[in-house]
């Protein structure tokens, strides 16, 4: 069965800039369907961005030019490069497939 981890949260300027990871093990695994979704304190989680099943990356308006994702299947591992960082990106981000997910990476934008 496949688990995945996060890692890369950090606590960083507004504007600035963080990696994240979410790296699988597992026999089987593709990068392609992997999500990410972030959770601020008291909201719904909220999806960032994926790899899609064709193996391209997608993003919401909202992570359009600032979120590069891409992935590494030797590695079984998915990064999304995340730039220009605003306080309101402030939450727990998580990595989703299918119905596994990670436990999450803290990232905190300082105003």
């Known amino acids: 069965q496949v688990q995945l981890v996060e890692s890369g949260g950090d606590l960083v300027q507004a504007g600035g800039s963080l990696r994240l990871s979410c790296a699988a093990s597992?026999?089987?695994?593709?990068?392609?369907?992997v999500e990410w979704y972030r959770q601020a304190p008291g909201e719904q989680p909220e999806f960032v961005d994926k790899?899609?099943?064709?193996?391209?990356?997608y993003y919401t308006n909202a992570a359009k030019g600032r979120i590069t994702i891409s992935g590494d299947n030797a590695k079984k591992t998915v990064y999304p490069h995340m730039h220009s960082l605003k306080p309101e990106e402030t939450a727990v981000y998580y990595c989703?497939?299918?119905?596994?997910w990670g436990q999450g990476t803290q990232v905190t934008v300082s105003s």
């Open positions: 989703n497939q299918d119905t596994v």
């Open positions: 597992g026999s089987i695994f593709s990068i392609n369907g």
């Open positions: 790899i899609n099943s064709l193996g391209m990356p």
